[in-house]
C-alpha cells in the first residue's frame, strides 16, 4: 500500500455468523481501538506498516486469534508506465498502449490525450479496467493509476508522442511469385536429389540443394537449372535431366494523372499536324501552278504591224496547243485569210471542240489596215 489510500480489514469467523460477536483487533496501533468486524484506516501513513490480527467473542464462545495480516505501507507515491507498440501510426492502422503500476494490483487506468506540448490534456477515457488501448490518432499521451474509495490516484505516466504517418507515405504493395520444379528417376525409388543453376550458357553450373528426398523445388530466380538423382553409399548419380529456363519479369507500378499524357499528345500532336498541313499547302500550290502552265497558254500578241503569215504558220498557231488528252486548251486565231477549204485540205480530221465560251474583244476605234486582225478567244474540250 502507498501513503494517502484507504485500507479496510475484514475479521470473519467460521461458525459465527448467526451470533452476536463482539471482535477484538491487534495492530500497531493500540492505542485505537476497534469492536466492529471491519477495521478501516483512511490516509495510510508509514506507522501504519504491521501484523494486523483479529478474533471474536459472544457470552459463551471465545475464538483464537486470526494469522496476522502484514501491511506495508509505502513513503513514495507510485508512478504508472506507460508502454507503446511503435511511435508511429501505419496509414489506416492503430497503435496499442498499455498502463501498469508496478508492484501492486486493483488499478483502474484513466487515459489522456493532448494535441501538442502547449496544450491542454484532455482525459479520453476514464476508470477503465483494461490496461491496454489502441489508438489511432497521433498526440502525446499519458496515463494514470487509481484504485480505493475514495479513490487513491498514482503519479501521472511520463507522455508518450505517437506519430501518424504521412498520407504520401503509404506502404507500397510487393508482388513477387516462384516456380516449382520436379524431379523424378523413373521406375525407381530411394533417390535423392540435386539441383543445379547457372546464369547463362557459357556459365558454370553451381550446385544449389546437397541433396534433398523432396523431388520438388521452388526457385524465384531466373536462370538455367537441371537436376540429378543420387542413392548409395558411394553415391551412385543418374544422368542430368534436360535444363530447364527459368525468366524472371519485373514489375512496376507507375501513376500518372490524366492531363499530362493529354497535354504531351496534344503538343506532339499539334506539332506534327503543322508541318503536315504546310507540306499540303506546298505540293497542293505547285500542282496548280504547273497544271495551269500546262494547260493555259496565253499566246503574245504583237500589237505592231505583223508581217503576212505563210499558211503553215496559220495552221502551227491554230493546233500549237491542241494536244490528244488535254483537257481544256485556249487557242488565239488569227484571220490570216486561209479559207475555209483550204483548212479542211491541210486538216481533214481536225479535233472537235465543243465551244463553250467565246468572247470577241472589239478595238473601240476602226482599225488601219497596218493594224492586226481581231483576235477570237475560244475555249473549248477535246473528244
Known amino acids: 500500500m502507498f501513503i494517502g489510500e484507504t485500507i479496510i480489514l475484514q475479521c470473519e469467523i467460521q461458525g459465527g455468523e448467526d451470533k452476536e460477536m463482539t471482535y477484538e483487533w491487534k495492530s500497531p496501533n493500540p492505542n ?10 483512511s490516509r495510510l501513513s508509514v506507522s501504519h506498516s504491521g501484523d494486523y490480527k483479529c478474533r471474536g467473542s459472544s457470552d459463551y464462545l471465545l475464538a483464537k486469534w486470526s494469522d496476522p495480516f502484514t501491511l506495508i505501507v509505502l513513503s513514495n507515491k507510485p508512478r504508472a508506465t506507460l508502454r507503446a507498440q511503435s511511435s508511429t501510426i501505419p496509414a ?9 503500476v508496478e508492484g501492486s494490483a486493483g488499478w ?11 496544450s491542454k490534456a484532455q482525459l479520453m477515457r476514464g476508470n477503465e479496467a483494461n490496461r491496454v488501448i ?10 494514470r493509476g487509481g484504485r480505493g474509495d475514495p479513490v487513491y490516484y498514482t503519479e501521472d505516466s511520463s507522455e508518450f508522442i505517437v506519430e501518424e504517418t504521412s498520407q504520401t507515405e503509404k506502404p507500397r504493395a510487393s508482388l513477387g511469385g516462384s516456380v516449382t520444379l520436379n524431379c523424378s528417376v523413373n521406375d525407381s525409388a530411394r533417390w535423392r536429389y540435386y539441383w543445379f543453376r547457372r546464369t547463362s550458357e557459357s556459365s558454370a553450373a553451381q550446385r544449389i540443394t546437397n541433396g534433398t528426398s523432396s523431388h520438388t523445388f521452388s526457385v524465384a530466380e531466373g536462370g ?8 548409395g553409399d558411394p553415391v551412385f548419380f543418374t ?11 519485373g514489375f ?6 490524366f492531363l499530362v499524357p493529354f497535354i504531351i499528345g496534344l503538343v506532339f500532336g499539334s506539332l506534327l499536324t503543322v508541318p503536315v498541313l504546310l507540306c499540303c499547302i506546298c505540293c497542293h500550290t505547285r500542282i496548280r501552278d504547273r497544271c495551269r502552265n500546262r494547260f493555259i497558254q496565253s499566246p503574245n500578241i504583237n500589237q505592231s504591224s505583223a508581217a503576212p503569215q505563210t499558211p503553215n504558220q496559220s495552221d502551227t498557231q491554230i493546233y500549237s496547243s491542241l494536244l490528244h488528252g488535254d483537257l ?12 475555209r477549204s483550204d483548212f479542211h485540205s491541210r486538216h481533214p480530221h481536225p479535233p472537235n471542240l465543243h465551244l463553250t465560251n467565246t468572247s470577241v474583244r472589239a478595238p473601240s476605234k476602226p482599225q488601219s489596215s497596218s493594224s492586226p486582225p481581231p483576235e477570237f478567244r475560244l475555249q473549248g474540250k477535246l473528244s
Do not use: A
Not at 32 to 41: A, F, M, N, Q, V
Not at 92 to 100: A, E, I, K, P, R
Open 32 to 41: 485505537i481501538p476497534e469492536t466492529s468486524s471491519e477495521y478501516r484506516i
Open 92 to 100: 489506416g492502422g492503430s497503435v496499442t498502449l498499455s498502463c501498469s
Open 108 to 118: 483502474k487506468f484513466d487515459w489522456f490525450r493532448r494535441d501538442s506540448v502547449s
Open 134 to 143: 489502441s489508438v489511432s490518432q497521433g498526440g502525446l499521451y499519458h496515463c
Open 224 to 231: 538455367i537449372y537441371y537436376c540429378r538423382g543420387g542413392r
Open 239 to 249: 544422368e542430368d535431366s534436360v535444363s530447364v529456363t527459368i525468366e524472371t519479369n
Open 252 to 257: 512496376r507500378c507507375e501513376s500518372h494523372s
Open 328 to 339: 481544256s486548251v485556249y487557242e488565239s486565231i488569227r484571220n490570216s485569210g486561209i479559207t
